[in-house]
């Protein structure tokens, strides 16, 4: 039972432009959202997050947007640069449990 | 400040074989994780643990288990080594409270032949 999903595997855009990843969850439990970037052979580094009290979460050109109602995050990047080019992962706090939940990741791409 | 280290980096098992991968953190953080990365899969959590002495099961525990004896270490152990287990396993680590994010060690590339 994949309780955080991410539907898109892969993203590809242009240099400059826009990118949003998205994200789903159906714990209503969850209580706090991160976003971890993976470049190949190495660990996931912490990128950005939003708790549930808020509905939006800014640092300089990374956005985290929250819609509790709808169960569903986002991630937004402007502008997109060559160097974000990895596989992002959105990840939950299940709160009391202590556990973080991974979704199942969204490669990618920018285009120069 | 080495942050999270895990090792092996790399290891090939035979069917059958057991072994134990290290995941030492110097941050003093109370939570470590233990997680495996297939294709296409994410990351899966395995074990958990909020302080020495305490585990607990995460999403895919079968074919493992840890140990928590110290605040800083946090072993997996692998009895019978099954190619179901090749896999990239990531250690994290994170302070205990609400709103924190973990830190995650280089990983260790397991292939079990």
């Known amino acids: 039972d994949q309780q955080v999903k991410q539907n898109s595997p892969s993203l590809s855009v242009q240099e400059g432009r826009i990118s949003i990843l998205n994200c789903d969850y159906t714990n209503s439990m969850f209580d706090y959202f991160l976003w971890y970037k993976k470049y190949p052979a190495e660990g996931p580094t912490f990128l950005i997050s939003?708790?549930?009290?808020?509905d939006k979460n800014e640092d300089g050109r990374f956005t985290v947007f929250l819609n509790k109602s709808a169960k569903h995050l986002s991630l937004h990047i402007v502008p997109s640069q060559p160097g974000d080019s990895a596989v992002y992962f959105c990840a939950a706090d299940g709160g009391a449990t202590n556990k973080l939940i991974f979704g199942t990741g969204t490669l990618l791409a920018v285009q120069p | 400040n080495a942050g999270v280290t895990q090792t092996p980096k790399f290891r090939i098992l035979k069917i059958g074989q057991s072994m134990t991968l290290q995941c030492t953190q110097d941050m003093n953080h109370n939570y470590m994780y233990w997680y495996r990365q297939d294709p296409g899969m994410g990351l899966k959590l395995i074990y958990y643990?909020?302080?020495?002495?305490?585990?607990d099961k995460g999403e895919v525990p079968n074919g493992y288990n840890v140990s928590r004896s110290t605040t800083e270490d946090f072993p997996l152990r692998l009895e019978l080594a099954a190619p179901s287990q090749t896999s990239v396993y990531f250690c994290a680590s994170r302070i205990p409270g609400q709103n924190t994010e973990a830190f995650f060690g280089q990983g260790t590339r397991l292939t079990v032949v």
């Open positions: 643990s909020v302080g020495a002495g305490i585990t």
């Open positions: 939003i708790s549930s009290i808020k």
